[in-house]
């Protein structure tokens, strides 16, 4: 489990934001927001290393000397895949960034502003831990050869389930605050979002033993 160290301490330093730097609803959301940008990050690496043929896994090549050879997706695919994932990735982000903040404003009844860049400088340490934890992911990537058993295709499209598998716990988990919050028994606005910081960190979780179970 020592994978899920830099997790833990990602989620130990929003809990610090919010104690030390006042960080609001919103501010913790665009921090989880952020691991997004990492985790694009990584994964153009793994479409990359992906060897699986797409279409056909069974396909194979006859060399000119008579040997048998598995096909495996050519880097000039790899390419216009990687292209593509990143025009469409970076709309997926930018949507997810308005629809997040949306959902924050009417959680907190605030209207958002952008932050001046010196208070986007505190997410810093945030994104340092979350690259040493997808780091450590990609190493698994390698090391337990998933990168052979996964085609580019395949990998491309897995960050977004990942993405929204979470995303989707913690907005369930903020619409039963709001009413909560409304009705007057969840008034506490650092106990709402350390409820949202315990089902990000429940779901980091409940992700890394499916990743485990799948380069087994």
């Known amino acids: 489990h020592m994978i899920q160290i830099p997790s833990i301490l990602a989620n130990i330093f929003t809990i610090g934001g919010v104690i030390f730097f006042h960080w609001d609803l919103k501010m913790v959301l665009m921090g989880f927001w952020f691991e997004n940008i990492v985790i694009g990050g990584f994964n153009i690496m793994k479409i990359w290393k992906a060897e699986k043929y797409s279409k056909n896994t069974n396909k194979i090549d006859i060399t000119k000397t008579g040997e048998i050879k598995t096909r495996v997706s050519t880097p000039k695919r790899k390419v216009a895949l ?16 308005v629809f997040i903040n949306v959902l924050a404003e009417v959680a907190s009844g605030n209207l958002w502003a952008p932050k001046p860049p010196n208070d986007l ?6 994104l340092f831990f979350y690259a040493i934890y997808h780091l450590k992911k990609f190493n698994i990537f390698m090391d337990k050869k998933v ?25 369930g988990t903020m619409f039963i605050i709001m009413p909560l919050s409304i ?11 350390a409820l949202v910081i315990a089902v990000k960190l429940g779901m980091d979780y409940y992700e890394d033993k499916i990743e485990s179970n799948e380069s087994q």
């Open 121 to 126: 400088m505190q997410f810093v340490p945030l």
């Open 183 to 193: 009705l007057g028994i969840i008034k506490n606005p650092i106990l709402q979002i």
């Open 82 to 97: 990687i292209g593509f994932f990143i025009i469409h990735y970076g709309i997926f982000c930018a949507a997810h960034l």
């Open 147 to 171: 990168f052979k058993n996964t085609s580019p295709e395949e990998q491309m499209v897995k960050v977004y389930k990942r993405i929204m598998l979470i995303h989707f716990a913690i907005i």
